[in-house]
T-cell receptor, first 113, second 116 residues
Framework: KQEVTQIPAALSVPEGENLVLNCSFTDSAIYNLQWFRQDPGKGLTSLLL?????REQTSGRLNASLDKSSGRSTLYIAASQPGDSATYLCAVLVSGSARQLTFGSGTQLTVLP | DAGVIQSPRHEVTEMGQEVTLRCKPI?????LFWYRQTMMRGLELLIY????????DSGMPEDRFSAKMPNASFSTLKIQPSEPRDSAVYFCASTPPGGGRRNEQFFGPGTRLTVL
């Protein structure tokens, strides 16, 4: 059974810092990996999706990488801003599982002004 | 596009009452998912549909939970009777047809359910 782990559970950084969020998964037979952002009391917003054949995806200040063989993904946030404060979740789509995503428990990020 | 729409946004009810949550997926999307999120268990997939047909309901916790999708633009999740441990945020999500990047899931704002 696929398990997804995100460490740390919470992270606090001063504004302007570059930071990395980690995601690991136990079964490397994935179809894709998706990073989401969740603001308090809100739904999930898709940030980046990496196909299993890709190594990274970029969107603005965000860069997500994928190392399928080691079961790891990272989300890099450059020049962090207070508006980046949210919970970040990663989710994997296991090959052959139709459309079922397995989610990590998330990293709660606080960017201090 | 309005995105995935869920109603109500908040629901407070008493134990034993029936609760119905509603979802309208993004137009043209052919997969619809119902999730539950709690502090203790995180995000859990309850059930998902493809072209209005339930594909996997193994995540539905008990027979008190049921879900329907009578057409491509509407789905309901019903809890009868409700219990305090059902208190959670319930999300609906949808994905467009096809493979590749189209596996990206789009989430609604959620329904926060409180059962007293």
């Amino acid at each position: 059974k696929q398990e997804v782990t995100q460490i740390p559970a919470a992270l606090s950084v001063p504004e302007g810092e570059n930071l990395v969020l980690n995601c690991s998964f136990t079964d490397s037979a994935i179809y894709n990996l998706q990073w989401f952002r969740q603001d308090p009391g809100k739904g999930l917003t898709s940030l980046l999706l990496i196909q299993s054949s890709q190594r990274e995806q970029t969107s603005g200040r965000l860069n997500a990488s994928l190392d399928k063989s080691s079961g790891r993904s990272t989300l890099y946030i450059a020049a962090s801003q207070p508006g980046d404060s949210a919970t970040y979740l990663c989710a994997v789509l296991v090959s052959g599982s139709a459309r079922q995503l397995t989610f990590g428990s998330g990293t709660q990020l606080t960017v201090l002004p | 596009d309005a995105g995935v729409i869920q109603s109500p946004r908040h629901e407070v009810t008493e134990m034993g009452q029936e609760v119905t949550l509603r979802c309208k997926p993004i137009s043209g999307h052919d997969y619809l998912f119902w999730y539950r999120q709690t502090m203790m268990r995180g995000l859990e997939l309850l059930i998902y549909f493809n072209n209005n047909v339930p594909i996997d309901d193994s995540g539905m916790p008990e027979d008190r939970f049921s879900a329907k999708m009578p057409n491509a633009s509407f789905s309901t999740l019903k809890i009868q009777p409700s219990e305090p441990r059902d208190s959670a945020v319930y999300f609906c999500a949808s994905t467009p047809p096809g493979g590749g990047r189209r596996n990206e899931q789009f989430f609604g704002p959620g329904t926060r359910l409180t059962v007293l």
